[in-house]
């Protein structure tokens, strides 16, 4: 299901908003903001979609650039190409984005690149 509102198997509570990504813990948030001089994070401050695959992975659909996958053992993100995102939706292996009719897909690695 898409959401802007999804909780994982760590308890983590993740909020997607106009201004970025946060992620409470039942005691404080953390901020998840795109920097334009990092690419390892989060692609766009504007987030449409948020899904918790059944691997427990976090995928960020934004408006801008696309989507993003969460990397929790480096606490950054992996970015897919460039897209408008509309909706998507995930699997334990690939995330599916509809780019206005149009799909792209990208599959996800179960290792992360150094």
């Keep these: 299901m898409r959401s802007r509102v999804v ?5 983590f509570v993740w909020l997607g ?3 970025g990504l946060e992620r409470y813990d039942g005691n404080s948030f953390k ?3 795109n920097n334009p001089d990092d ?6 401050n504007t987030i449409m979609s948020l ?4 691997k427990q992975r976090l995928w960020v659909g934004t408006f801008e ?11 950054r993100f992996l970015s897919a190409p460039a897209i ?3 909706d998507f939706v995930a699997d334990s292996k690939r995330g ?12 996800a690695s179960d290792e992360s690149e150094s």
């Design 84 to 86: 408008v995102m509309l």
């Design 17 to 19: 908003t106009v201004n």
């Design 65 to 75: 650039t696309g989507l993003s996958l969460f990397d929790a053992g480096r606490d």
């Design 96 to 107: 599916l984005c509809a780019d206005r009719g149009q799909q792209e897909e990208y599959e």
């Design 39 to 44: 690419p390892s994070s989060l692609s766009s």
């Design 7 to 11: 909780r994982d198997d760590n308890g």
């Design 51 to 54: 899904l918790v695959d059944r």
């Design 31 to 33: 901020d998840y903001r």
